[in-house]
């Protein structure tokens, strides 16, 4: 018998039984039959024994062992399932390369519940297991884009199997490894077979992988002799062990390869909505249209509430549930909470947290309005467990949940570990911490600290979630070391993380110095601190300071992280010292700093002065302060301001670093005088300050009055004042109010500066008055007001009413309220609430001003009423302006205003993107007319699938955090993460 080149674990394997008979004392037959292996083939007689080698195999084994594999095998001549996934087979049924993962698995050769994609293509792989179509005679595929072409230039670099781009092959596969991306391996689970008298996988190569089950009787092809089938956690197919049916299934099913049976969808002709043969969803509308019958239609331009309206609403609500793993096991046991699965509702952008306990299955169960989702998980705080990283991590993007699922999950952890050096050489020890190691990651936004220590190598270890993460590096505070910069740098961006990592980084510092001179000449000394030196990192946002002290020539020395900066003056409070503008001016801009610099610069400043009148004459006396003039440097931003004094003519001057500024008046609080409109306007816009300056202006005033009637009528008195004209200068956007008073015709009058307006009224408070709604409605919009002007408006009010009910049922009753409905005017954003109670049917009631409206509902408070979740939903959404524009949404490139949709910031929170993006990156600068947003860089930027994120800094709040979606080539619409509150949607519209 040949057992040369044979390890002795194949003659276990293919061995039933040994010693010329088998088990029950029958004679052995030879050459009862022929094994293929390791590319050759060989005699086995009836026990399974191997005996002489027939022939050595050209072109591999069959895929079942039976013989030699032909050299004719047509390739790529079917697809089939295989480990979940698609994979191609030649026509000898011999396993190839994959064709297309398979998120939700695979059955009959196809993913289960994908969608086809085949946009633009005539040929080549449809993304789901299948093809797009083939070419006609004389072309030829061109795999990557999906185009039919008369010549194509194949692409074998760096591969030795495959497809070669152009629908021809870069090599085949033999010794029974198969082709997965461009490259010869073995694939797992290819086959089954007996090992040590057990039944075993195999992979393609012939190597036994892991035992399926014990065979106490023997084995003998594949299977256990005398064997009792295994169909626990299986529903159909052959049973793992002994290749016995575990069942049937119904009719529209089919058996996956785990055993289960998965309902095939029926999407012929739907667009939306589930299928009516399992319930799965055959695709989703966006937030502006709604699914009517399998169709998408839009709700654009929602027709206007002009009269009392019922609207009913039916919420649908499922319930999600499921188990948790980690790294493919049971999640250990913790001494608190492990942590949570988050469902991010991608249209109001609430966020569902379910817990998974402390001990056991990690198992969530958790009520949700039907939606699309990111579905997240957050480990608990590791000051009360270690089983999790204590962060955030996103495992499925735009889930569709329209139907109660069961969605388990598993959780990837990788160990980042590393050294880092200071300019090449090991760290100084520190009297305390020297810093934190920092993995931001990409899609979640969250991030994770570790630290280095305060002596010996700088190391560090980190457990996270797997994913794509910018690795930084923030030195500790400096009031406590003084080895590295008291500052974040970023040392590697975009990293996926998908296992083990060692990144050992060197971190460089560089030191800045330089003298500050005044106007050409040493700067004075002061009584105090004069200013200081800043360095403002482009990546990061971040600042440092270097003081120039309070006299003698105004030296700064700076010891940064290498990287691009631009350096600024920032003179001190004007109280302590007055030699320099209490102003921050911006001196180099975009400079890359790898190696010591010298920078010496020159502060130059200009003296304004002038006088203000009002209609022309003197400004009149008051008993307070009148108000200011306001200089704003265009590129800071920075505010400076000058007093007109309380009487005489209305003089102003101050010192200002030469530049480019906006000027404005502001007058002071009507509290304390009535000569000038407690408000601001504009004087001169983008003006060149570089040398003294006398500007002088006139500020214009005008009267505003009228009377409003609600209804066509006289408007009823109440009990406490009804509501105010409001006027919104469209330049400055300050806001002046004017009462209608509590009783009486609604008369109202007001002085403001000329200029151009939006005009509304805003309805009081309803504890204290139910005349009107407690909510702003537009009058009149882009109002030029130059001359007195009388506006008499009638307010038109409507009722609005109808039934809430549950997945079509009676809403049940609850211990405390239930929700509320909410309507959200499309022109001012204001919202208007109206409660369903706690019990009874789901009923509201509400007042509103005719106009129009997106309908929402907000769940109550789940510590009080468990009948509804706790988030809000879009009943339905008009659309946001399209615009019209050159973009697309291939690249989201271009220049976009941005308004936010909170009435906190609305109708001030405007500002400008200027985006560039690269691949999936995406960079830019922002700006705006309002001080307290200002204008920087757009960090931490990506989109993917028309998905987009990224960051700015607002001057008065900090890191702001957008995220959204492409509506279309012209319009974003999305969702503004405030740091400190004051969160908001916002919309873009692409110039």
């Known amino acids: 018998m040949i057992r040369t080149r044979r390890p002795f674990w194949l003659l276990l394997a293919l061995a039933g039984c040994a010693g010329g008979s088998c088990g029950d004392g029958a004679s052995c037959l030879p050459h009862d039959s022929i094994y293929c292996l390791d590319d050759a083939a060989y005699w086995q007689d009836s026990c399974g024994e191997i005996d002489e080698l027939v022939e050595f195999c050209d072109c591999g084994c069959l895929p079942d062992h039976s013989g030699c594999r032909p050299c004719d095998c047509e390739p790529h001549a079917t697809t089939a399932c295989h480990e979940g996934d698609v994979w191609w087979f030649d026509s000898c049924g011999m396993l190839e390369e ?131 089938p295994q169909c626990e956690g299986r529903e159909c197919g052959p049973d793992p062990l002994c290749g016995q049916s575990c069942g049937t299934c119904p009719d529209g099913h089919t058996c996956s390869d785990e055993g289960r049976c998965v309902c095939q969808p029926d999407c012929s002709g739907l667009d939306c909505g589930p299928d009516p043969v399992c319930g799965q969803s055959c695709g989703s509308c966006d937030e502006h249209s709604v699914c009517d ?208 990592r060692l990144f050992d980084l060197d971190l460089q510092t560089v030191r800045v110095t330089g003298t500050l001179t005044l106007n050409g000449q040493t700067m004075p000394d002061a009584t105090s601190r004069r200013g200081y030196a800043v360095l403002a990192n482009r990546q990061t946002g971040e600042t440092m300071y270097a003081s120039v002290g309070d006299s003698g020539p105004a030296r700064y020395e700076l010891v940064v992280f290498a990287g691009r900066y631009d350096i600024h003056f920032h003179g001190y409070d004007d109280d302590y ?54 200089l704003t440097d265009a590129r800071t931003h920075d505010t400076l301001y000058a007093s007109v004094g309380d009487s005489g003519p209305a003089h102003y001057e101050l010192a200002v670093f030469a530049g480019r500024y906006d000027v404005a008046f502001h007058g002071y609080d009507d509290d304390y005088q009535d000569v000038v409109p407690y408000q601001q306007t504009r004087l001169q816009q983008d003006l060149e300050i570089g040398i003294d300056r006398a500007l002088d202006f006139d500020l214009q005033t005008i009267s505003v009055s009228g009377t409003l009637t609600l209804n066509g009528a006289r408007m009823p008195d109440a009990a406490s004042r009804r509501g105010y004209v409001v006027l919104t200068d469209k330049q400055t956007y300050d806001t002046v109010y004017a009462s209608v008073g509590d009783s009486g015709p609604a008369h109202y009058e007001v002085t403001v500066f000329a200029g151009l307006y939006d005009i509304a009224f805003h309805g009081y408070d309803d504890d204290y008055q139910q005349v009107v709604p407690y909510q702003q409605t537009r009058l009149q919009k882009d109002m030029q007001l130059v001359i007195d002007r009388l506006l008499d408006y009638d307010l038109h009010t409507i009722a609005v009413s109808g039934a809430v009910t549950r997945n079509g049922t009676r809403m049940p009753d609850a211990a405390s309220r239930r929700g509320y409905v909410v309507l959200v005017d499309k022109q001012t954003h204001d919202s208007v609430f109206a409660d369903i109670g706690a019990t009874g049917p789901g009923q509201y009631a509400m007042g509103v001003f005719a106009g129009r409206y997106d309908v929402e509902f907000h769940g109550y408070d789940d510590d009080y009423q468990d009948v509804l979740p706790y988030e809000n939903i879009r009943v339905r959404t008009g659309c946001l302006a399209a615009g019209a524009c050159q973009g697309s949404l291939d690249d989201a490139s271009g220049t976009w205003d941005v308004d936010f949709l909170n009435t906190a910031w609305s109708p001030n929170g405007q500002m400008t993107l200027f985006l560039v993006q690269d691949g999936e990156s995406l960079s830019g600068t922002y700006t705006s007319p309002q001080w307290y947003i200002g204008s920087g860089q757009i960090t931490d930027g990506w989109i993917r699938d028309r998905e987009i994120s990224f960051h700015v800094r607002f001057v008065q709040t900090g890191d702001v955090a957008l995220s959204g979606a492409l509506l279309g080539p012209c319009t974003v619409f999305g969702f503004a993460d405030v740091s400190g509150g004051l969160d908001s949607d916002f919309v873009g519209v692409r110039r």
């Open 98 to 228: 994959l064709a297309a993962r398979c998120e939700a698995g695979c059955s009959n050769g196809r993913c289960i519940g994908c969608t086809p994609d085949c946009a633009g293509r005539e040929c080549g792989p449809d993304g789901c297991g299948g093809s797009c179509g083939a070419c006609g005679q004389g072309l030829v595929c061109q795999t990557s884009t999906g185009r039919c072409v008369t010549d194509c230039t194949p692409d074998c670099g760096g591969l030795e199997c495959g497809d070669d781009g152009c629908g021809g092959s870069c090599g085949s596969c033999t010794g029974g490894a198969v082709c997965e991306e461009g490259h010869c391996t073995c694939a797992s689970h290819a086959a089954r077979g007996c090992h040590e008298g057990d039944v075993w996988w195999f992979d393609s190569c012939g190597a036994p992988e892991e035992k399926i089950g014990d065979c106490p009787s023997g084995c003998a092809d594949g299977q256990c002799t005398g064997c009792t």
């Open 293 to 500: 019958h399998g169709s998408c239609e839009t709700i654009c331009d929602l027709d206007p509430l002009e009269s009392d309206t019922q609207i009913n609403i039916d919420l649908p609500v499922v319930r999600i549930s499921g188990s948790v793993s980690l790294n493919g096991a049971q999640m250990p046991d913790a001494p608190s909470r492990r942590g949570y699965v988050v469902l991010v509702n991608k249209s109001t952008h609430d966020s569902m947290y379910a817990s998974v306990g402390e001990s056991g299955v990690a198992r969530y169960e958790i009520e949700v309005f039907a939606g699309t989702y990111d579905i997240r998980f957050h480990g608990y705080a590791d000051d009360y467990q270690q089983v999790v990283p204590y962060q955030q991590v996103v495992l499925q993007r735009n889930a569709e949940l329209l139907t109660d699922r069961v969605i388990d999950l598993d959780l990837q952890t990788v160990r980042v570990t590393g050294t880092l050096t200071l300019n090449g050489q090991t760290m100084p020890d520190a009297a305390s911490r020297r810093g934190y190691v920092v993995l931001a990651d990409k899609e979640s936004g969250g991030a994770m600290y570790t630290s280095v220590g305060d002596s010996g190598p700088a190391r560090y270890e980190l457990v996270v979630f797997a994913g794509r993460y910018d690795i930084r590096f923030h030195g500790y505070d400096d009031d406590y070391q003084d080895v590295v910069p008291y500052q974040q740098v970023l040392l590697l961006q975009d990293q996926e993380i998908r296992f083990d």
């Open 577 to 630: 010292q007055q030699v320099v503008p209490y102003q921050q001016v911006l001196l180099l801009e975009d400079q890359e700093i790898r190696i010591d610099r010298l920078f010496n610069l020159d502060l130059q400043t200009a003296r304004v002065s002038g006088t203000l009148t009002l209609n022309g004459q003197t400004m009149p006396d008051a008993s307070s302060r009148r108000g200011y003039v306001v």
